[in-house]
């Protein structure tokens, strides 16, 4: 199966840095999503993102398909963004997750 | 949009006990629902695809008579973990694909924290 590699593993920032995370994939992909997953669990769709570029506010990502990769920006972080971040991918429907980043936010 | 519940949010329950988790699309319709797994500190497991009106399909290494799965309609599947143990303790997670994109986005629920004693 595809397999997925997130880094960095952790990440610790002091709020109102900046910060890229990036997810390697194994083979094509039809499908590329990230989330934050919160303190509570709940994870928290962030991009559908394929290929392309996207951007939502103080967040955006980059998927270049052709070389298996997607970056996720988090500009001027604030404390809230703290959590793990997943990226997930799949060739038809079954999404592989990577491990995750843990991003911690200090004031 | 694209809403996903599960409930209960949270269940601890005896060993040897049966627990059944509820994952609704509040507005939207799916024929298709995922049940994940996630142990602490670790990334989320893929367990079965819950297909409406058919057998769902399950990752290897999941045991399909532990862990019951229906797909009742459009808006409901259900995860019964059969004879619990405490080995089963985990945060169960379900997501659905609405009917209708073009493309496969996952929307997920907020988990089910089970723990059995």
């Known amino acids: 199966g595809i397999q997925v590699e997130q880094s960095p593993p952790d990440l610790i920032l002091q709020e109102g840095a900046n910060s890229t995370l990036r997810c390697n994939f194994s083979?094509?992909?039809?499908?590329l999503q990230w989330f934050h997953q919160n303190p509570w669990g709940q994870l928290i769709n962030l991009f559908y993102?394929?290929?392309g570029t996207k951007q939502n506010g103080r967040l955006s990502a980059t998927t270049v398909a052709t070389e298996r990769y997607s970056l996720l920006y988090i500009s001027s972080s604030q404390t809230t963004d703290s959590g793990v971040y997943f990226c997930?991918?799949?060739?038809?429907?079954?999404?592989?997750f990577g491990k995750g980043t843990m991003l911690l936010v200090s004031p | 949009g694209a809403v996903v519940s599960q409930h209960p949010s949270r269940v601890i329950c005896k060993s040897g006990t049966s627990v059944k988790i509820e994952c609704r699309s509040l507005?939207?319709?799916?024929?298709?629902m995922f049940w994940y797994r996630q142990f602490p500190k670790q990334s989320l497991m893929l367990m079965a695809t819950?297909?409406?009106?058919?057998?769902?399909?399950?990752e290897q290494g999941v045991e399909k008579d532990k862990f019951l799965i229906n797909h009742a309609s459009l808006t409901l599947s259900t995860l019964t973990v059969t004879s619990a143990h405490p080995e089963d303790s985990s945060f169960y997670i379900c997501?659905?694909?609405?009917?209708?994109?073009?493309?496969?986005?996952?929307?997920f629920g907020p988990g089910t924290r089970l723990t059995v004693l």
């Open positions: 997501s659905a694909i609405p009917i209708g994109i073009s493309y496969n986005e996952q929307f």
């Open positions: 083979d094509s992909v039809n499908n």
């Open positions: 993102i394929p290929s």
């Open positions: 997930a991918v799949s060739g038809y429907s079954t999404l592989t």
């Open positions: 507005d939207f319709q799916a024929t298709t």
């Open positions: 819950s297909n409406e009106g058919s057998k769902a399909t399950y």
